[in-house]
């Protein structure tokens, strides 16, 4: 562990007690789950995995600045995040071949200047995490924020209805689409900044996308399948978490989580439609 | 006199450098049936998206405060893999406007929707079953003036006689003021009061015996009507 690293874990352990800050983490990184499922369920059902891939990699750039200014990686990482959806949002919103381009541009320029800038020792937690224990207020703007996720999410239910059934036709009816998909795409980014501690910049949205793509599998109804994919996503973090911990004896439990996820998914497609 | 619903003045859509429509003005009185023609890429479905301001036009559209819309689009991209049912479409809609509980079940029953239907998954539908969800979806919030842009360009020939037979059941029953968008000349002829058509930017508009005269037709389209003889028979 290197100096900067080293401090920074001494400043965290003096700042709560060792087991509280733990179960802060345990128990924001559950809400992280739930809110995951939630917003990866409309995600999949909007067919914009590819935009919420790269939204995730916008964090990269912010986290590198913030690892490398020594300060808290969190803002550097919301600041791009919150920055780069706009910029997807915008994109979004123009029609052609070029947008896909555009995107995967982002997602390029944002993986290289991330790399980049991230000192080297801290590369790994960016990318993939690092489960550590968490503040007392850090655990409770997570949670705010999870909360906000959902009481989006079920307060624009019926305009998410309609904007997935027909744009078009929810714009007749009176839905504000383009305030409705940008009201989405923070959401998103803001479940993703939730996640990034612990699953990192490249795992975050994995987490988001794939129990969804597994519930979807799992059921047809949209209930359900908002239901269960908060489900998928929870026993994922939950037992990717214990595995990470006990037989792997490691505080990177992202990768582990990602891969119970893809587990869930391949056996979600043995069952007969 | 019938009062007026809409007034069109100068109404003009240019996508880019291409101009789709120009200086279009004309007004729409409650219990018209307004028929659109006129060949591809003449603005007929440019024209309803512009009336709801759906996209950027140039000129005025001015609805009266009495006017409810209700719009049946031509096709929806809807994903088929989409888990939702027509009951949950419809409802969502319904709690969006704010309507009241029995008005979902009014057009259920006004079209004949039965609980099985409504429990269907949208992409489990047929063409003329999926037209009959946008059907009721438009219905919903009682409109009094309903936009039709083609409602059965993909459906077979029966299907389409009876999609017709309920906009023409729907406009003597409920008095509903249609502004129709039609391929098909001879629906046009039987159903439409007056006929705006839509040509290269040149614009005509009249009652349908005024207006479809085969040279007219054949001026429009640049090719001699296909029916329009063929229905002046009966």
């Not at chain 2, 419809?90 to 057009?107: H, I, N, P, S, T």
């Not at chain 2, 269907?120 to 039709?148: C, D, H, Y």
Request: net charge neutral.
């Amino acid at each position: 562990m290197n100096e900067a690293r080293a401090a920074r874990s001494r400043k965290e352990e003096g700042s709560s007690s060792v087991d509280a800050g733990h179960s802060y983490a345990v128990l924001l990184a559950a809400f992280f789950a739930i809110a995951a499922g939630l917003v990866g369920s409309v995600a999949l059902m909007k067919r914009m995995v590819l935009a919420s891939d790269v939204i995730s990699h916008l964090a990269l750039p912010g986290l590198g600045i913030a690892f490398l200014l020594k300060s808290n990686p969190l803002v550097g990482g919301g600041a791009t995040l919150f920055l780069g959806t706009l910029l997807v949002w915008q994109l979004q919103r123009k029609t052609g071949l070029a947008t896909d381009a555009s995107i995967g541009v982002v997602f390029a320029a944002c993986l290289g200047i991330g790399a980049l800038v991230t000192p080297r020792e801290d590369l790994l937690e960016a990318l993939f995490g690092n489960f550590q224990k968490l503040s007392l207020a850090g655990f409770l703007l997570g949670t705010a924020a999870v909360i906000l996720v959902v009481a989006f999410l079920v307060g624009m239910k019926d305009r998410v209805i309609l904007d997935l059934f027909s744009p078009e036709l929810a714009a007749a009816t009176g839905v504000n689409v383009a305030r409705l998909d940008l009201g989405f795409l923070l959401v998103f980014s803001l479940t993703v900044l939730v996640g990034l501690r612990f699953m990192g910049a490249l795992l975050s949205s994995a987490l988001i996308i794939i129990p969804a793509a597994t519930a979807r599998q799992l059921t047809g109804r949209m209930a359900q399948f908002v239901v269960v994919a908060s489900a998928v996503s929870l026993v994922s973090v939950a037992v990717g978490f214990l595995i990470s911990m006990l037989i792997f004896k490691t505080s990177t439990v992202g990768p582990t989580i990602v891969i119970v996820s893809v587990l869930l998914f391949a056996i979600s497609l043995l069952k007969k439609k | 006199m019938a009062d007026r619903l809409l007034s069109v003045r100068n109404l003009g859509v240019a996508f880019e450098n291409r101009v789709v429509l120009r200086q279009l003005s004309f007004d729409l009185y409650s219990g018209d049936c307004l028929a659109i023609i006129g060949p591809n890429g003449a603005g007929k479905t440019v024209l309803l998206k512009a009336l709801q301001h759906l996209i950027p036009y140039e000129g005025e559209i001015q609805w009266s405060q009495e006017a409810r819309l209700g719009y049946v689009p031509q096709s929806v991209a809807a994903d088929r893999q989409l888990p939702l049912r027509t009951r949950e479409l419809l409802a969502a809609k319904a709690r969006f406007l704010d309507l009241a509980d029995q008005e979902m079940g009014d057009v259920s029953s006004e079209l004949n929707l039965s609980p099985e239907f409504l429990n269907a998954g949208i992409g489990t539908l047929s063409g003329g079953q999926f037209q009959k969800v946008l059907i009721a979806f438009a219905l919903l919030g009682r409109p009094n003036v309903l936009l039709f842009d083609e409602p059965t360009a993909s459906l077979d020939e029966l299907t389409e006689e009876r999609i017709y037979e309920l906009v023409h059941q729907l406009q003597s029953q409920r008095g509903i003021t249609l502004i129709l968008v039609s391929h098909d000349l001879s629906v046009v002829y039987r159903y439409a009061s007056r006929v705006l058509c839509l040509s290269k930017g040149e614009v005509c508009m009249g009652p349908p015996k005024e207006i479809m005269t085969p040279e007219m037709l054949e001026q429009l389209y640049g090719a001699p009507p296909k029916y329009y003889r063929h229905i002046q028979e009966h």
